[in-house]
């Protein structure tokens, strides 16, 4: 199956500064990809759509100025959590799909856990 | 906004059948239904989808109610390393084919 890997897999960061996870595609091109995230036993929430080459759309109640999405290439997508406070420590997935193979499917990272002191 | 709901765990013997039920009551016609699982602090992984009939692969198999209200997945032979959160999605249509997560049900697989 298509394969997403994400960067770091793990990151801890003081209060105030800024942090980049990245999502990338191995194997296909990812027209879409998907930002979720989720906290302890609890499920994914969708925060993100993000389409190459265009601006990201944000679910309802996502600030759109501290999760900035970036995607530049068919293989590449970033998410920056923007001056972390400790309440954004979570873990943050993320998602892709693609217009050829796997069509129907999205295939998820391995995640990125975020702890903010 | 899930449109699925799920009972919150299950269990099951080792090397019995595991079948998870979910409700999707107000699922609409071309609406398909996925099937992820996330073993803990992993990304999910893909399982199965369908859209009305039953479908089997390598992994399991999904029932789809005649109605398409509910549908059951099938693990055959369940193993301990099946032991994970299973989640039922419908997919929502255009919008980028977006998922939204339910609570999914923790399938434990006891020896």
């Known amino acids: 199956g298509a394969v997403v890997s994400q960067h770091p897999s793990w990151v801890i960061c003081k209060s105030g500064t800024s942090v980049k996870i990245e999502c990338r595609s191995l194997?296909?091109?990812?027209?879409?990809m998907f930002w979720y995230r989720q906290f302890p036993k609890q499920s994914l929430m969708l925060m993100a759509t993000s389409n190459e080459g265009s601006k990201a759309t944000y679910e309802q109640g996502v600030e759109k100025d501290k999760f900035l999405i970036n995607h530049a290439s068919l293989t590449l997508s970033t998410l920056t959590v923007t001056s972390a406070h400790p309440e954004d420590s979570s873990f943050y997935i993320c998602?892709?799909?693609?217009?050829?193979?796997?069509?129907?499917?999205?295939?998820f990272g391995p995640g990125t856990r975020l702890t903010v002191l | 906004d899930a449109k699925t709901t799920q009972p919150t765990s299950m269990d099951c013997a080792e090397g019995r059948a595991a079948n998870l039920p979910c409700n999707h009551s107000t699922i609409s016609g071309n609406e398909y239904v996925y099937w992820y699982r996330q073993i803990h602090s992993q990304g999910p992984q893909y399982i199965i989808h369908g859209l009305k009939n039953n479908e089997t692969n390598e992994m399991a198999s999904l029932i789809i109610t005649e109605d398409r209200k509910s549908s059951t997945l099938i693990l055959p032979h369940a193993t301990l390393r099946d032991t994970a959160v299973y989640y039922c999605?419908?997919?929502?249509?255009?919008?980028?084919?977006?998922?939204?997560f339910g609570s999914g049900t923790k399938l434990n697989v006891k020896p």
């Open positions: 999605i419908v997919r929502v249509l255009n919008n980028f084919n977006k998922f939204y």
């Open positions: 194997d296909f091109q990812a027209t879409t």
């Open positions: 998602s892709a799909r693609t217009s050829g193979r796997g069509y129907n499917e999205q295939f």
